[in-house]
């Protein structure tokens, strides 16, 4: 039997990676997908580990190799899931977590049926703001393009099989793991 693939979406800000950061705490066995992307490091990050750092031609070169499970251009950016490793831990049984923009979301309910996508929401779209803005990672132009984003993905939630709203961060987690059959450790 092949492990369960969990896709976490929903818009910048909402709080992808720190859900994401309490679920694999909650339960270790989890292997989560490393995405690709053009958007430059941000401070502390390191490749392989954060994100596959890929200038836009390599980015370009995956795509067209058919080695990316899902890609989407965002905010100036291109991300993309690399398959290969995500059908590797399947197969071997572990159960694979990919955080991933709602575009791609929609391409791996194509490409991946069984895959379970949950969607992040935040509290409130105020709340979403400061979030975006206390992170001081974007530039007023980016950070403008991010909150237009936002205002679509929110849009999308229906297309997702849960919908979570990120108002605490461990009971989002746990509820993560419940709806997907893996019970977090105590």
Same mark, same amino acid.
């Given at each position: 039997?092949?492990?369960?693939?969990?896709?976490v979406s929903?818009p910048s800000g909402v709080?992808?990676?720190?859900v994401?950061?309490?679920?694999?705490?909650?339960?270790?066995?989890?292997?989560l997908?490393v /995405?690709a992307? =053009?958007?430059?490091? #941000?401070?502390g990050e390191?490749?392989? %580990? @954060?994100?596959?750092?890929r200038?836009s031609?390599q980015f370009?070169s995956?795509?067209?190799a058919?080695e990316?499970?899902?890609?989407?251009?965002f905010?100036?950016?291109?991300?993309?899931?690399?398959?290969?490793?995500?059908?590797e831990?399947?197969?071997?049984?572990?159960?694979?977590l990919?955080e991933?923009?709602?575009?791609?979301?929609r391409?791996?309910r194509?490409a991946?049926?069984d895959?379970t996508l949950?969607f992040?929401a935040?509290p /409130?779209?105020a =709340?979403?703001?400061? #979030?975006?803005?206390?992170?001081g990672? %974007? @530039?007023?132009?980016?950070?403008?393009?991010?909150?237009?984003?936002?205002q679509e993905?929110?849009q999308?939630?229906g297309e997702f099989?849960h919908?979570?709203?990120?108002a605490?961060?461990?009971?989002c987690?746990r509820a993560?793991?419940?709806y997907?059959?893996?019970?977090s450790?105590?």
């Amino acid at each position: 039997m092949t492990a369960p693939l969990i896709v976490v979406s929903g818009p910048s800000g909402v709080g992808k990676s720190t859900v994401v950061a309490e679920t694999l705490r909650l339960n270790p066995d989890i292997w989560l997908s490393v /995405s690709a992307t =053009t958007r430059p490091p #941000r401070p502390g990050e390191v490749e392989g %580990e @954060d994100y596959y750092f890929r200038d836009s031609q390599q980015f370009a070169s995956m795509r067209d190799a058919g080695e990316l499970l899902e890609w989407a251009h965002f905010a100036g950016n291109s991300y993309g899931t690399p398959g290969g490793p995500v059908a590797e831990h399947r197969a071997a049984g572990h159960p694979v977590l990919l955080e991933i923009e709602v575009q791609g979301a929609r391409q791996v309910r194509q490409a991946v049926p069984d895959a379970t996508l949950v969607f992040l929401a935040p509290p /409130s779209e105020a =709340t979403l703001r400061e #979030r975006l803005t206390g992170r001081g990672t %974007e @530039d007023p132009a980016a950070l403008e393009r991010r909150l237009l984003a936002a205002q679509e993905e929110l849009q999308a939630a229906g297309e997702f099989d849960h919908v979570l709203v990120n108002a605490d961060v461990q009971q989002c987690a746990r509820a993560l793991l419940d709806y997907v059959g893996l019970a977090s450790q105590p």
